[in-house]
């Protein structure tokens, strides 16, 4: 699993540390590319795939709970691509704003971010009793252990690259 996680890790970056450095205008120099939003869809379906990747790596499934599994999977995908695109606009309005946020805007921002935390949480609780009419209880909870942890990690690689509001 190690080896999957620091391709998925690796993968993270490249998503959003060049996103960062072409929306800083100090930091960014002409001579800087600035990567399009058709790259970064490419990157996130990068991403996706090697989530999927780590999960089937670690996620013991029987060939039956593995035909019924995967469709259930890209559907709760698909609900999560929409919370992400939500976080993907909340990053760049950040980047594209952060050296002169307001007080409003600082506060309107971190509660929009916590809003899609909160999101997510929702969704997973939406989508248990489906995955565990799938798995049963104790392979839905292996799932979103496994789901989480890569989450995790993808939040921490963005989160770095995010320049702290200046009071």
């Not at 999960?55 to 691509?81: C, H, R």
């Amino acid at each position: 699993m190690k080896t999957i996680v620091t391709l998925l890790t690796f993968g993270a970056a490249l998503l959003f540390a060049p996103g960062i450095a072409s929306a800083q205008p100090e930091n960014r120099t002409e001579s800087e590319p600035k990567i399009t939003d058709l790259e970064i869809s490419m990157m996130r379906k990068d991403l996706r795939d090697q989530k999927k990747q780590v999960i089937a790596a670690n996620l013991p499934l029987t060939g039956d709970e593995a035909t019924k599994f995967w469709p259930v999977y890209d559907a709760y995908t698909q609900q999560t691509i929409k919370i992400n695109d939500l976080r993907l606009a909340l990053f760049k309005e950040y980047a594209a704003n952060y050296t002169t946020m307001t007080d409003a805007q600082a506060g309107n921002y971190i509660r929009r971010w916590n809003e899609a935390d909160n999101a997510f949480t929702n969704l997973r609780q939406e989508w248990i009793p489906k995955f565990e009419q799938v798995l049963g209880a104790k392979k839905t909870a292996t799932f979103f252990q496994i789901e989480r942890r890569v989450g995790l990690m993808i939040e921490l690689q963005l989160s770095s690259q995010l320049p702290l509001v200046q009071p």
